[in-house]
Every structure is written in C-alpha cells, then in structure tokens.
C-alpha cells in the first residue's frame, strides 16, 4: 500500500475501493434518512387527518404542504451529504470514519474543513474527468486536486527513529567526539582536585611550622623566666596545631 508523507508524519493512501465503499455508505445513509424522513411525514398526515379525509381540499392542501417541506428537506439533505459531509471533525464523514479514512490537507496536514469538502465534491460533477485523476501517484481526485486535499487511513504509521536510518560512520565519529568531551571534562575536574589537596597540604604544612615556631618561643620565654609569656605561646602552639589537624583531615 502507498505511503505519503504531510507535516512530517507518514500516511498510508485510502486504496481506491475503500474510499468508493465510504461513499456508498453515505449515499446509503442520506437515502435512509430521506426514507424514515418520508415515513414520518405520512405518519403525520394520518394522524391530522385520518384515513377518510385524504379527498377533502384541506387535507389535499395540507398533505401538499408536507410534500414540498420533505422535498425541500431532502434536497437540503443530499446538498449537505454529498458536498460538505467530510468537512466533519478530524475530516470524516460518516462512511470515511466508519472505514477508518480520513481527508487531510496537503499544506499542513490537518483535516480538511467544510470549504475544502465542497470543493472535493464540487468537481464530482466534473465527471469522468474527475475520476481520471484518481490514476495519480497520490490518488487524488480532480476535486483533491482543487481543494489540495488526500485521503488516508485514519492512523499515521510510526515514524522510524533516527537510529535506524543514520550513518553508521557518522554514529561512531559522534560517539568518539562525546568520549573525548568527556574525558576533558572528567581532567578538568581531576586538575581542580588537585588544585585543592595542593592547598590543603600547603596550609597545613604553614600550620605545622608556625605551631614549631612557637614551640621555640615558649621554650626561650621559660629559660628567660617568663612563664606568662610562655603560657601564651604554648596556647598559640596549641592553636596552630589543632588548625593542622583540620587541613589533614580536609586534605
């Protein structure tokens, strides 16, 4: 079955006896409705009338003014099944949505609207012309023609993804390029660590010598005889020392 693709989204064409079998339901269809149409307007009649009065001028009058209301009706009936019945939603009439087809336009794939539906069926009067255009690559009738319409199944088919239609070489050579980005970005943040823990060990090795310094001072303050100074001093040590300890366990 032939394939066309609207709006980028691929449709399978309507073969040509499906879409005859969809107009024959709707002819079908109008032709019961003017039926039961005609039915009730008799059943009318006798119950205004009765059987025994059909001969009187009123009831003739009468029964005369059903006739032309039914007449007028089916006309507008066949008016409206024939020529604007697919202007439906989703672009169905009756015999296209109980057969799953549909009328799309060309230009933006989206169903075709009573004004495109009158001009499909506008060109049927065209006839055979008309249906010598249905032997096209899109199947399109004269009428299609005018309205830039074409009928399809109802359901588009999947598209394929990228996958399967790319080039295999240029699959990998992304593929390679993305390695590669990645491995750039995974050495950035390596270097950054590095940056970091080079910190880490500076401050702790500055820690770990002032804390020596003063060490030595507070010694020097004791042997001057100085214990309060020395007092402070070992306090400074102790500070530095416990900030070395932090930068090693940070580091």
Same mark, same amino acid.
């Given at each position: 079955? +032939? ?32 039926? *039961?149409?005609g039915l009730l307007l008799s059943? *009318? ?19 005369? &003014? ?24 989703k672009g169905q009439g009756i &015999? ?40 096209? +690559? ?16 109802? /359901?588009? /088919? ?10 295999? *070489? ?9 390695? +590669?980005?990645?491995?750039? /970005? ?66």
């Amino acid at each position: 079955m +032939k394939s066309i693709k609207i709006a980028g989204k691929k449709f399978k064409l309507a073969s040509r006896l499906t879409r005859l079998y969809a107009l024959f339901i709707d002819i079908a269809l109008i032709g019961a409705a003017q039926s *039961v149409l005609g039915l009730l307007l008799s059943i *009318v009649a006798l119950l205004l009338f009765g059987i025994g009065s059909f001969g009187s001028p009123q009831s003739l009058l009468s029964i005369g &003014g059903l006739s032309i209301f039914a007449f007028l009706f089916s006309i507008v009936l066949w008016i409206f099944g024939l020529f604007f019945i697919d202007g439906f939603r989703k672009g169905q009439g009756i &015999g296209k949505k109980l057969l799953s087809l549909q009328v799309l336009r060309l230009k933006d794939g989206k169903p075709c609207t009573f004004k495109d539906a009158f001009l499909r069926r506008f060109a049927g009067l065209l006839q055979p012309f008309d249906l010598l255009w249905f032997l096209g +690559k899109k199947q399109q009738r004269l009428g299609d023609k005018f309205a830039e319409t074409v009928v399809v199944e109802f /359901e588009p /088919e999947p598209e394929q993804t990228e996958g399967e239609t790319e080039d295999p *070489v240029n699959v990998l050579e992304n593929a390679i390029v993305e390695m +590669k980005n990645r491995l750039a /970005e995974a050495r950035e943040k390596v270097d950054a660590s590095i940056g970091v823990e080079k910190q880490f060990q500076d401050a702790y090795e500055d820690a770990v010598v002032q804390a020596d310094r003063w060490q030595d001072r507070a010694v020097i303050s004791l042997k001057a005889g100085r214990e309060d100074l020395a007092r402070e001093d070992l306090e400074k040590r102790n500070q530095y020392q416990r900030l070395a300890e932090q930068y090693k366990t940070q580091w």
